[in-house]
């Protein structure tokens, strides 16, 4: 609209006023009500770390394009057990690169003829550990996936992708970013077993082997066959090929072994969802949000401190309620809610 | 031949760059605004506009590259606010009938009629004063980021126009330049209002 469109001989409601009836104007008005300052610290708190992010997103996904390096993510535990694999002949280690990195040792470990690594240090192709009645290891492959090593396990690291599992429990999460194309395969005494895109867990029993998959799908191949195992399925390959299935929760007993020895997640400066997925992710819970404001928290919420040491489950109280959060249980659920309830308007 | 770009698609750039001093402009010319377009719209909720604004201002900047420069920055971000205040209330699903603005009524005429003849008598009708000086700093607020400050301070707080320079950072000829243009913008824009179209002009850059 344009001063044309008013008609000059209109009284003031339709003419635009002039200098002066400005001026009484924004003195008759008073200056607009500014925004309380505590609550501009807020937003601003949150905005500018939302802010930062973006642009640090937009910086890697950059690096990741000029890389050609795609996201994946994918879990899987294999749970192996069955005669003794030193007589097989593992494929040759050709890596002179680590293939891996110890990211996290408890109880009594032996790795072989070799000294023992340090934390953040590297595992040759060929590195055979064995752990304790008490000893658990996690590790990070150079593909990018997570590998933990349950008690009572003998076990090989023949490369960057593959794993020979003489006894005990192996547990796979291939999430985070990996190298296009990247897998990991679980060498059993019975068959192989290759990740597809999966939490899953491989356990040797004596005579049978034992696949539960948390998400995802893994399969089993033995002489040419192969069985696949969705997400909330145990797959039970005996030493005669029969393979039977059966249900496997997400959480809970099956799985508790895992928390107890999950690399550290960095707490400082990561956002609430960040948190709180890997807390889902670890738990196999999913994550639920009690109100649609807490979801949007997720999203910009920087959370401050550490939580080093602490399975992810013992840190959801501790972690939740500095954000005046709380969490329940239900069923395969994490529930998060506020512990205040949000005020009626 | 020379592109003109516009400050408003200047700031954007500067934001997606990263650049530190981009964020405090942006947000100290746009929160104060955004939250008052909100707070008028959620029957004066603060805890509410805080909530509202603070998401739309975070989908803003993961969608800022999608921003042209068609509309203001401002009436942009407004956009997104309306959004997020239609969501947020089905959320709640609340039984109030959100609050409509003057501005956004379309039976603004008869109201206006009565506020110009409140304004010539001088101050008795109370309500409708209240709301023409709401108009007004809805007006201020939806003028050029400056704009509507350096009136303010000029004719609400009366400030001296070497204060007002040195508050922006201007020459004290620059300031005078600036507030000439303001009230010219003002001047425009209240019309406007007044006459029930801000949701067309928000449309112009």
């Keep these: 609209m344009t001063d044309r469109d008013i008609p000059q001989n209109d009284t003031m409601n339709r003419r635009a006023p002039n200098g002066d009836e400005i001026a009484r104007l924004l003195r008759a008005a008073g200056p607009r009500p500014g925004v309380p300052a505590e609550r501009t ?8 770390a939302h802010w930062r992010r973006a642009a640090r997103g937009r910086k890697l996904a950059r690096w990741f394009a000029w890389t050609a390096a795609p996201l994946a993510a994918a879990a899987a535990w294999v749970l192996l057990v069955g005669p003794d694999l030193s007589r097989w002949n593992p494929v040759a280690p050709s890596l002179t690169a680590p293939g891996a990195t110890l990211e996290r040792t408890e109880g009594s470990v032996s790795w072989g003829d070799r000294e023992p690594p340090v934390i953040g240090g590297g ?9 304790g ?17 349950d008690i009572g396990t003998s076990l090989r ?5 593959t794993l020979l599992l003489n006894r005990g429990g192996v547990y796979v999460d291939t999430e985070g970013p990996s190298e296009a194309g990247a897998s990991v395969t679980i060498r059993t005494p019975l068959g192989l077993v290759r990740d597809v895109g999966t939490q899953f867990q491989v356990r040797a029993t004596a005579g049978a082997v034992l696949v539960s998959v948390r998400e995802g799908i893994a399969r089993f191949e033995r002489n040419g066959s192969a069985h696949e195992a969705p997400s909330g399925i145990q797959i039970s390959v005996q030493q005669d090929g029969s393979v039977t299935r059966q249900p496997v929760p997400s959480s809970g007993p099956e799985w508790d072994w895992v928390l107890s020895v999950a690399p550290d997640f960095e707490l400082e400066g990561s956002l609430l969802g960040e948190y709180l997925d890997w807390v889902g992710r670890e738990t196999g819970l999913r994550v639920e949000y009690g109100a649609p404001s807490i979801s949007s928290d997720a999203m910009i919420v920087v959370l401050h401190g550490s939580i080093e040491g602490l399975r992810p489950d013992e840190t959801l109280g501790a972690v939740l309620s500095t954000c005046s959060l709380s969490h329940r249980i239900r069923d395969d659920s994490l529930i998060v809610e506020r512990v205040v309830p949000e005020a009626a308007p | 031949m020379l592109e003109v770009v516009q400050p408003d698609r200047v700031l954007v750039k500067r934001l997606l760059r990263g650049e530190e001093r981009a964020f405090d402009d942006f947000f100290a010319g746009y929160f104060p605004r955004l939250y008052r377009f909100a707070l008028t719209r959620l029957s004066y909720d603060h805890d ?5 604004v603070q998401a739309t201002l975070c989908k803003a900047i993961t969608v800022l590259k999608t921003f042209r420069g068609e509309a203001s920055l401002f009436t942009w971000l407004c956009t997104l606010c309306r959004r997020e205040i239609s969501g947020h209330l089905k959320r709640v699903s609340r039984e109030q009938v959100p609050s409509e603005p003057m501005e956004d009524s379309p039976d603004i005429q008869a109201a206006l009629e009565s506020l110009a003849t409140s304004l010539e008598r001088g101050p008795e009708a109370d309500l409708l004063r209240k709301e023409l000086a709401r108009l007004v700093q809805v007006t201020l607020d939806f003028l050029p980021v400056g704009y509507g400050d350096a009136l303010e301070w000029k004719y609400a707080l009366e400030l001296p126009v070497k204060e007002i320079a040195e508050r922006l950072k201007l020459s004290p000829k620059a300031a005078e330049s600036l507030l000439m243009r303001a009230r010219e913008a003002f001047r425009k824009e209240f019309a406007s209002v ?8 928000t449309l112009k850059t």
């Design chain 1, 41 to 48: 610290d807020r937003v601003r708190h949150a905005v500018h």
């Design chain 1, 123 to 131: 595992l040759r192709a060929g590195t055979i550990l064995e752990t």
């Design chain 1, 133 to 149: 009645t008490d000893g658990r290891v996690a590790v990070r492959l150079r593909a990018g996936a997570s590998v933990r090593v």
């Design chain 1, 157 to 161: 690291l023949v490369s960057a992708e």
């Design chain 2, 48 to 52: 509410g506009a805080e909530e509202i």
């Design chain 2, 194 to 201: 007044i006459e029930g179209r801000l949701q067309l002009r």
